[in-house]
């Protein structure tokens, strides 16, 4: 009896190099490429492979937490159960501020000082020690104010509450002139970025009433302050992140931030210019709010936001963005 042979399959093609998530190609047979629909718990690889992550599920602290911020050294803050603690290299907590709240916490880091900031507390954390802004200011000054949101651009502190973003006086933090130093932009502020170039370029990026722009020219008032209109959907909430030392080509390095939009990731370069990261191929859906943060992979600097989904969705996204190249993962 004749032996039978089984037919062989042929793929339907090979991926000699990933380039990232569609989510918005209507037909999966369609697909361009080096692009899949899902790609859960991988990492990209220098040849533009992607490999399984490689790690353990380690609980390191036990209860509601959330706003977690490090600053890739020994220091590492976030609030737990209400309150503001700092986690230890041994993963012990310290207690540095009782009853913050449940609002998100943002830091930045200004020399020995770390400041934070939320909706009812703001202070600075030096020697694991929370301090108030001082009360004693000069003489036609108040006492800086906190925000929703905050970034330090030198030489001032911005923070965002409601519609409006506040700044300190130049070279101090603790101080600002109410009469002078505010930025009225409409609608909630999502996002407030500093960059910076190596021929002075300078600017904030920020969203406020459903849309994205660029503010320059804000020293040494706001006087002649320029608007700069980039995109007509905000921001998500806690998705944009600083880059420092970032390559722009010829040798030359600066300061841009990336952030995360319903129609995809973008990039602020210094000068204004927006570089799209994905939204031909990827779009964030099904995501309100969430945190960003920067990780070191391989020799890649990673992008990663975690997003919270609206409520009644029961969806968490993770999306990932390796720098400087656009691919990116989600895991459900």
């Not at 709240?101 to 009812?120: A, K």
């Not at 952030?259 to 779009?283: N, Q, W």
Request: glycine fraction near 10%; charged fraction near 20%.
């Amino acid at each position: 009896m004749p032996r039978l042979i089984q037919n062989t399959l042929k793929p339907l093609y090979e991926m000699s190099k990933f380039r990232g998530i569609d989510n918005l190609a209507t037909d999966d047979l369609r697909l361009e490429p080096g692009f899949v629909r899902v790609a859960e718990n991988v990492d990209i690889d220098s040849e533009m492979m992607i490999r399984r992550r490689k790690g353990v599920l380690l609980q390191l602290v036990s209860g509601n937490a959330h706003s977690g911020w490090s600053n890739e050294d020994k220091l590492c803050f976030l609030v737990l159960n209400g309150d503001l603690v700092q986690l230890n290299t041994d993963w012990t907590t310290t207690l540095i501020f009782p009853n913050v709240g449940p609002s998100h916490m943002n830091f930045f880091q200004l020399g020995e000082r770390v400041f934070f900031s939320n909706l009812i507390k703001n202070g600075y954390i030096q020697d694991g020690v929370a301090h108030a802004f001082p009360a004693n200011v000069r003489t036609d000054r108040q006492r800086m104010v906190g925000g929703e949101l905050i970034e330090y651009h030198p030489p001032r502190l911005y923070v965002a509450q409601g519609d409006i973003i506040y700044r300190s006086v130049a070279a101090n933090p603790f101080e600002m002139d109410i009469k002078r130093d505010f930025i009225y932009l409409g609608g909630p502020i999502t996002m407030i970025k500093g960059v910076n170039g190596p021929r002075g370029e300078n600017g904030i990026y920020v969203s406020a009433g459903g849309k994205c722009a660029y503010l320059s020219d804000l020293e040494p008032s706001l006087e002649k302050a320029k608007y700069k209109p980039l995109l007509d959907v905000p921001a998500l909430l806690g998705s944009s992140v600083s880059i420092e030392r970032y390559d722009l080509g010829k040798g030359l390095e600066g300061k841009v931030c990336i952030f995360g939009t319903c129609i995809g990731m973008f990039m602020g370069l210094p000068g204004g210019f927006v570089k799209d990261l994905t939204s031909e191929h990827y779009a964030i859906t099904d995501i309100e709010e969430g945190f960003s943060f920067i990780k070191y992979h391989m020799g890649y600097r990673q992008y990663v936001f975690v997003g919270q989904a609206p409520a009644g969705v029961g969806l968490i996204n993770l999306n990932a963005v390796d720098l400087p190249d656009t691919a990116a993962i989600t895991a459900h």
